[in-house]
């Protein structure tokens, strides 16, 4: 089971977010975030995992907090395939501890930045039961050619947030716009924000990730 940090915006939450972080960083990166994103009434038990470390082939083999390998700059062509699907089982587990306590995935909001939100698209569309949504942050979606045939009937109608900055140099805008194509030519219902910020998070962006928490988890 991954380490993770937790926050509850109450007594007995009755919803959860998953929220994995991008390369390099930790749980710790986007739990200030959450005082900020008017949420609903309903009490809402945040969980923020640590990525292991391992090394990363892109930085010189550099050990750091990672979901997956990084092999080179075309992230769709060379792909960690095995570091992807471990990651997914990793927050699959999370899923599962979150049903142990009572949360069931309708609700339950999978959620990551760059790394992390390509983990939380690979594992929300090919889970076998529906979640309440998923917030993709300037990301893309990992594996992609396995899409098509891996996907679950209950994610047809799962809620997709994806956020990406018009001057990301880490994942170009293009890459994102691809992304959000396929799933949208899969059938998927996208809600897409672009902003003029890079790699990274804009108060716009905040505020765009507070409705979408309070359209899904009402």
């Known amino acids: 089971m991954l380490n993770t940090l937790e926050l509850a915006t109450g007594p007995a939450p009755s919803a959860a977010v998953i929220w994995l972080h991008g390369l390099g960083a930790d749980g710790n990166d986007f739990a200030p975030i959450v005082g ?3 949420l ?3 009490s809402i038990r945040f969980i923020f995992p640590h990525a292991p470390s391992m090394p990363v082939t892109i930085n010189g083999g550099y050990v750091m907090p990672a979901w997956y390998d990084i092999l080179g700059t075309d992230l769709n062509r060379r792909e960690d395939e095995a570091g992807v699907r471990a990651s997914q089982q990793a927050l699959e587990a999370l899923v599962a501890r979150e049903g ?3 949360i ?3 609700r339950i909001v999978l959620a990551g930045f760059s790394q992390g939100g390509a ?3 690979q594992t929300a569309l090919r889970h076998s039961a529906a979640f309440a949504g998923v917030m993709a942050l300037s990301t893309y979606v990992p ?3 396995t899409l098509p045939a891996e996907r679950s009937a209950a994610s047809s109608a799962v809620p997709i947030l994806m956020v990406h900055g018009t001057l990301d140099p880490i994942i170009p805008l293009a890459m994102a716009k691809r992304s959000r194509d396929l799933l949208r030519s899969l059938g998927y219902a996208i809600e897409w924000h672009e902003y003029p910020m890079e790699h990274s998070v804009c108060p716009e962006e905040i505020a765009a990730i507070g409705a979408f928490l ?3 988890l009402a």
Do not use: M, V
């Open 143 to 145: 594996l992609a050619a």
């Open 36 to 38: 900020e994103l008017a």
């Open 104 to 106: 069931a995935p309708n």
């Open 100 to 102: 142990e306590r009572g």
């Open 119 to 121: 983990i939380a698209l």
């Open 214 to 216: 309070r359209q899904t």
């Open 40 to 42: 609903p009434a309903a």
